[in-house]
Nanobody
């Protein structure tokens, strides 16, 4: 059964850091491009970062230079290191397996000013 489980969210002050994880079950992970999306109330879900199976990364403009996406195919896990967090980074963060269109259930990140 395919499952994506996010963890690592929480409440942090502006300027702080968090590290999100997305653990995947199933045998698709190493072959798939993986992404992080975030959603805030009243807004569309937006791409935060993505990483191909070969490790090529792409970032949304609002997080470039602050966030780092990584993956460990041996552990079927993707990460998002978030530094210099801002209140506008608040939202629910989802991991997404692009080729297979699998979504996780999300983890909440709240950045206080």
């Amino acid at each position: 059964q395919v499952q994506l489980v996010e963890s690592g969210g929480g409440l942090v002050q502006a300027g702080g850091s968090l590290r999100l994880s997305c653990a995947a079950s199933g045998n698709f992970f190493s072959r798939d491009t993986m992404s992080w999306y975030r959603q805030t109330p009243g807004k569309q879900r937006e791409l935060v970062a993505s990483i191909t199976s070969g490790g090529v990364t792409n970032y949304g403009d609002s997080v470039k230079g602050r966030f780092t996406i990584a993956r460990d195919n041996a552990k079927n896990t993707m990460y998002l290191q978030m530094n210099s967090l801002k209140p506008e980074d608040t939202g629910k963060y989802y991991c997404f397996a692009v080729r297979h269109a699998y979504w996780g259930q999300g983890t909440q990140v709240t950045v206080s000013s």
